[in-house]
């Protein structure tokens, strides 16, 4: 399986609903929480060219927020990816 990572904000509905897709999925990820820390906040933006919380990579590839994850499942390209 590809790696995971999942930046995060305590808070987050958005945050919590992509985690629980991969959880439901069973899929193992690093979450990275950025609240109250500037400097992986800042390392996240500099990734992703985004501020906005959540933001996920599968492997080496950026996939965007939660609602870009949803929209790979629903078309039927999330599981390849995570294959």
Known sequence: MTGVVIYTT???PFC???KALLD??????QEIPVDGD???RQQMALKAGK???PQV???EQHIGGCDELYE???S????????
């Open 57 to 59: 990579w599968i492997g």
């Open 51 to 53: 501020t906005s919380v």
């Open 38 to 40: 500037p400097t992986a």
């Open 76 to 83: 039927g390209t999330l599981d390849p990816l995570l294959a």
């Open 10 to 12: 305590r808070w987050c």
């Open 72 to 74: 790979l499942e629903h």
């Open 16 to 18: 919590t609903q992509a």
């Open 24 to 29: 439901r999925k069973g899929v193992s990820y």
